[in-house]
């Protein structure tokens, strides 16, 4: 039996949704489900923390955006019991206009993004360890499971809010006015780097054909400003009852597939789930030819992955770091970026939106965060970063890096107007942060590796 949060997308999309697609395959497989409807911003976290039976479900899901997944992680995590109740997995199913976990999940499944093929995921799926990060800022506990936005990436989520009716497109239309005007905000990000800090005599001496990263840093060592000069529903956002996102049509996610096909699909029949096989597009796993290869060619830390470490040593990495708080003082082996910022952006998984992959190599539980830092004025790299053009796998450009780390602490420049935080495209207060991963915190439903 599963537990459904619904959520009432801006036009009721998400309920015609439930009622024409996802409702009559559960009831093909022979799935249970209890219906809940959101009614106002936060609706999700208070029911999920406040649920009394929550562990007789076996599963979670929601036909929503991010929003609501992010209220009801954090909903399992204010729970008494929530070492037990964070490991009920999440069925997701796209309502939104951005849909990024939606996304990673079935690029990780191997199907194409659509909702026939997230409903058969959620279906026939298993429960998959998921990262989460832990963020803490002023006095309060967040849990991320998708990205933490500062600069020009956080305004464009913020800023086309009022252009939600266009659905996903709302987040390019904003990007391109950004690109127009490209505000840079000042601040400070340290991040503890994934694996072992290399000794200062450890530190490669060889340079990628590439670009030159800022990996390839001794311990201590400042990552000096860019020499090179270039061209001048968290409960803090309320939604007035209307749900977490708009999600234009069912179609959207695959202009060419015919929707109509789930009209043969009779709920009261009595028909093995082998029926829903049938009229689902081919879910033959994916085999990306554009995914760069590794090569003998350049042994610099960017280019070589960093040394696994045996299990007792990374333990012993992983509890002291979570051990570290914000208001802890920074150890010295992190590593500072400091002075003027278009952007930075922590992500964890492949997708931020259906239409946006900002990774290829990535895994639902990794256990590290990418940190995307852009600099200074290079309006060019930018627009490669919003073409999908510059990827942890693929280009780095002169002003735009990616780190693999384990936590890191943003403090932005307080001063500053026309700023914004967001987690997981929720607005937070303007204010420091201190991020940590905790690598398979929570479960998701996934097809299995092949």
């Given amino acids: 039996q599963w537990y459904q949060r619904r959520v009432r997308g801006g ?47 076996s599963a979670i899901m929601t036909v929503s955006g991010d929003g609501i997944v992010f209220e009801v992680f954090n909903g399992l995590m204010k729970r008494d019991d929530h070492n037990e109740t964070i490991k009920i997995p999440l069925a997701i199913i796209p ?48 849990w991320s499971f998708l990205s933490i936005a500062w600069g020009i990436l956080s305004a464009v989520d913020i800023e086309s809010e009022k252009m939600r009716w266009m659905g996903e497109a709302r987040f390019t239309v904003e990007a391109v006015k950004k690109l127009v005007s490209f505000p840079i905000k000042s601040g400070k990000v340290w991040f503890a780097p994934l694996g072992e800090v290399p000794n200062n005599d450890q530190t490669s001496s060889s340079s990628c054909e590439k670009v030159a990263s800022p990996k390839n840093l001794p311990k201590n060592k400042r990552i000096e400003k860019s020499p090179i000069k270039t061209e001048s529903e968290f409960s803090i956002a309320p939604n007035n009852g209307d749900g977490d996102d708009e999600f234009g049509s069912a179609t959207e996610l695959d202009p060419n597939f015919d929707f109509t096909a789930l009209n043969d699909v009779d709920s009261d029949s009595d028909s093995d789930i082998q029926d829903i096989d049938s009229k689902i597009p081919d879910r033959s796993r994916v085999v990306s030819d554009d995914v760069p290869q590794e090569t003998e060619s350049c042994r610099c830390n960017k280019c070589v992955p960093p040394p696994q470490l045996d299990a007792n040593r990374e333990q012993e990495l992983t509890e002291r770091i979570e051990k570290i708080g914000l208001h802890s003082q920074i150890p010295d082996d992190w590593q500072l970026i400091d002075g003027n910022f278009a952007t930075v952006m922590a992500f964890t998984l492949t997708h931020l939106s259906i239409g946006f992959q900002a990774a290829k190599k990535i895994s639902l539980d990794s256990g590290f965060v990418y940190l995307m830092h852009s600099r200074g004025r290079s309006k060019k790299d930018f627009l490669q970063l919003l073409v999908q053009n510059c990827t942890p796998e693929s280009n780095e450009t002169r002003t735009i890096h990616f780190e693999k780390v384990r936590a890191f602490r943003l403090e932005p420049e307080l001063s500053e107007s026309g700023a914004y935080v967001t987690i997981d495209g929720e ?22 590796n092949q």
């Fill in 95 to 142: 309502g939104g206009s951005g849909n990024g976990l939606c996304a990673a999940i079935l690029h990780q499944s191997g199907v194409p993004l659509t909702i026939m093929d997230a409903v058969y995921v959620a279906i026939r799926g298993v429960s998959t360890p998921l990262d989460m990060v832990r963020v803490e800022q002023g006095d309060n506990v967040m």
């Fill in 427 to 448: 607005l937070v207060p303007y204010e420091a942060l201190h991020a940590c991963i905790h690598k398979g915190l929570a479960r998701v439903m996934c097809l299995p």
């Fill in 11 to 57: 036009k009721g999309i998400a309920k015609k949704m439930w009622l024409n697609t996802v409702k009559p395959m559960l009831d093909v497989a022979s799935i249970t489900s209890e219906v809940v409807y959101t009614e106002y911003s936060g609706h999700a976290r208070d029911y999920v923390e406040r649920c009394k039976d929550i562990q007789k479900y």
